[in-house]
C-alpha cells in the first residue's frame, strides 16, 4: 500500500513523463507538499517504488562523466497512483 509520501513521488514523476530526474522530482515534491525533501529521503522512497515494480530507474549517458539516472511510472505505479487517489477520497 502507498504512502502519501509515495503517491506525491509517482505524480511527480508521472508529471514529467520519461525520464525524470531526481533533482526534478525533489523539487516537484517540495513544491507540491510545502516542505522540504532530502536526497536520503527521496532515494529510499525511489528504491522501494523500484523494488515493487512501481517504477523503472533508467540510466542515460550524460554530458558530464556519471550517468544520470531518471525515471520513469510502470502501468503497475499508474495503477497503484489510482487505487491510493480513489481510497483517499473515500475516506
Do not use: H, N
Not at 507540491?32 to 542515460?60: H, K, N, P, Q, W
Amino acid at each position: 500500500m502507498l504512502s502519501e509520501f509515495d503517491y506525491v513521488i509517482l505524480c511527480a514523476i508521472a508529471r514529467f513523463g520519461d525520464g525524470a530526474s531526481a533533482t526534478a522530482i525533489q523539487q516537484e515534491v517540495e513544491v507540491a507538499t510545502g516542505r522540504s525533501c532530502s536526497f536520503d529521503e527521496l532515494y529510499t522512497a525511489l528504491e522501494g517504488l523500484e523494488a515493487e515494480g512501481l517504477i523503472t530507474v533508467m540510466a542515460e549517458r550524460a554530458a558530464v562523466d556519471r550517468p544520470r539516472q531518471t525515471c520513469c511510472v510502470t502501468a503497475k505505479g499508474l495503477q497503484a497512483a489510482a487505487s491510493w487517489y480513489d481510497r483517499a477520497w473515500d475516506s
